[in-house]
């Protein structure tokens, strides 16, 4: 289980396997919680492109904006959509 209070030791240089990685824990975190809907915008198949990564990510962000309930991904979410300019 991630400790999403380590906020501040989240990498802020992340590289395309290490974005795949977090959006892999966010996804697996969203499906614990049954929170379905993000889970699936969080559900990057094996032979995802760049692209698709940060549309995934920016619609996660834009999704939980109107939702109180899953704001605690927030920060994690902000931090990817950072680090989208070192996707190759």
């Known amino acids: 289980m991630v400790d999403w209070s380590?906020?501040?030791r989240?990498?802020?240089?992340?590289?395309?396997d290490a974005i795949?990685?977090?959006v892999a824990e966010l996804h697996e975190w969203a499906r614990s919680e049954s929170l379905a809907e993000l889970?699936?915008?969080?559900?990057?198949p094996a032979d995802v492109s760049s692209a698709e990564i940060g549309s995934r990510i920016?619609?996660?962000?834009?999704f939980i904006a109107t939702r109180p309930e899953?704001?605690?991904?927030n920060k994690q979410l902000?931090?990817?959509a950072l680090n989208l300019k070192n996707l190759k």
């Open 70 to 73: 899953y704001t605690v991904i």
């Open 58 to 62: 920016l619609a996660s962000l834009a």
């Open 78 to 80: 902000e931090i990817l």
């Open 20 to 22: 795949i990685g977090r």
């Open 6 to 8: 380590e906020t501040a």
């Open 10 to 16: 989240f990498p802020a240089k992340l590289d395309r």
């Open 39 to 44: 889970a699936t915008l969080l559900a990057l």
